[in-house]
């Protein structure tokens, strides 16, 4: 279980495992999007995962971590519990992170 402040724009590997269906399975790379606010009063955090395998998409952001090309998978945000985060990996560039927003928006404005 990770201790230390969860901030957005955080990339956590994290256990999504158990899953049903067509959502992404395992341990992976995710990102973290929900607000700061939340992020330091609540032991859930909305994530996005990453995946180097999947097509493009309107709704996957292209992007570039720790020297991998791949994609954020925002139709596949999830919340998850503060014990799924494992190690934390970095953060990803601030163009991306701007980038998952908007498409978050763009999902979700009426």
């Known amino acids: 279980m990770v201790a230390s402040p969860i901030r957005r724009g955080d990339v956590y590997l994290v256990a999504l495992n158990p899953s049903r269906g067509r959502e992404i399975r395992k341990t992976r790379s995710c990102l973290v999007v929900s607000p700061n606010e939340?992020?330091?009063?609540?032991?859930?955090?909305?994530?996005?995962?990453?995946?180097?395998?999947?097509?493009?998409?309107?709704?996957?952001?292209?992007?570039?971590?720790?020297?991998?090309?791949?994609?954020?998978v925002v139709d596949q945000i999830r919340t998850v519990d503060r014990e799924r985060l494992g190690q934390r990996l970095g953060r990803i560039a601030a163009a991306t992170e701007a980038s998952v927003l908007q498409v978050l928006q763009e999902m979700f404005a009426p």
């Open 38 to 72: 939340l992020n330091d009063h609540l032991v859930t955090f909305i994530v996005a995962p990453l995946t180097t395998g999947s097509h493009r998409y309107p709704f996957r952001v292209p992007c570039r971590f720790v020297g991998k090309h791949g994609h954020v």
